[in-house]
């Protein structure tokens, strides 16, 4: 059974750092699953902040996070993490971590998630 767990949140101050991380098990052969994560807010769509297609892949961000957030993973360790630098109020919601077979970053073909890990950007 894959599993993906996601840890890190919490309630930081506008230009504030956090760092997400995510523990992948049950996965075969991880190196060879893409990776992302997703933000989600209460009534909205969740949506794709950033992805990380394979280890010499190269990464996409959202444009509201770019140059803030940094993806990357341990595929020696089965993770994955999100560093967030600069954050602002309106990164607030529930970062999911998720994973895709393959080398892809669109959006739809993630499938697996992880339960979810709420940052508050607050003063």
């Known amino acids: 059974q894959v599993q993906l767990v996601e840890s890190g949140g919490g309630l930081v101050q506008p230009g504030g750092s956090l760092r997400l991380s995510c523990v992948a098990s049950g996965f075969t052969f991880w190196e060879n699953y893409a990776i992302a994560w997703f933000r989600q807010v209460p009534g909205e769509a969740r949506e794709g902040v950033s992805c990380?297609?394979?280890?010499?892949?190269?990464?996409y961000y959202e444009d509201s996070v770019k140059g803030r957030f940094t993806i990357s993973r341990d595929d020696a360790k089965n993770t994955a993490a999100l560093q967030m630098n600069s954050l602002k109020p309106e990164d607030t919601g529930v970062y999911y971590c998720?994973?895709?077979?393959?080398?892809?970053?669109?959006?739809?073909?993630?499938?697996?998630w992880g339960q979810g890990t709420q940052v508050t950007v607050s003063s």
């Open positions: 998720a994973a895709a077979y393959g080398n892809t970053c669109a959006w739809l073909d993630f499938g697996s």
């Open positions: 990380l297609s394979r280890t010499d892949g190269m990464a």
